[in-house]
């Protein structure tokens, strides 16, 4: 039973620090270095003043080059959006033509096909003339309309 009295060990591993812990320690390292350097007040306050004038620089250029690439890249986003855009414009004013003419086509289509059924309506309504529709010198010429019909 002594085997099981003993509670289980827990690991904990923690990853982490990084780049971020790595500078925060040099920049403290730095700082104390120039604090216990063999100098006269003066002269490390002058060169505390200078590295923070020096950072401060750095910080600027920084800060410039990163304005112009995110400025750059809107730039070319806006020029892209801008093509994608007119593009699209560009194909529902083509949609728009080809339907307005599909449809003119349909219309006169439709107009042509009326016209024919109504000369058809017409044609069939109206009594036959004589001799209409038949071919002469045939038989049915010569008998007449009626015998077509065999009356």
Same mark, same amino acid.
């Given at each position: 039973m002594g085997q099981h009295d003993e509670p289980p060990y827990v690991f904990i591993e923690r990853r982490g620090g990084g780049i @971020?812990?790595?500078?925060l320690g040099?920049?403290?390292g730095a700082g104390l270095g120039i604090l216990f350097a063999p100098r006269s007040g003066e002269e490390? +306050?002058?060169? #505390? +003043?200078?590295?923070?004038a020096r950072l401060g620089r750095q910080a600027e250029d920084t #800060? =410039?080059?990163? +304005? @112009?690439?995110?400025?750059?890249?809107?730039? !070319?986003?806006r020029h892209g959006i801008n093509e994608k855009v007119e593009a699209a414009r560009e194909a529902f004013e083509s949609g728009r033509v080809a339907a307005r003419e599909t449809r003119e086509e349909m219309e006169r289509r439709v107009r042509e096909a =009326? !016209? =024919?059924v109504r000369a058809g309506i017409d044609a069939a309504r109206r009594p036959p003339e004589p @001799?209409? @529709? #038949?071919t002469p010198g045939t038989p049915e010429a010569a008998?007449?309309?009626?015998?077509?019909f065999g009356v």
């Open positions: @971020g812990s790595f500078l040099a920049l403290v490390t +306050r002058e060169e #505390l +003043r200078e590295g923070a #800060l =410039r080059q990163v +304005r @112009g690439a995110v400025g750059e890249t809107v730039d !070319e986003m =009326r !016209e =024919r @001799g209409e @529709g #038949l008998a007449g309309p009626e015998s077509k």
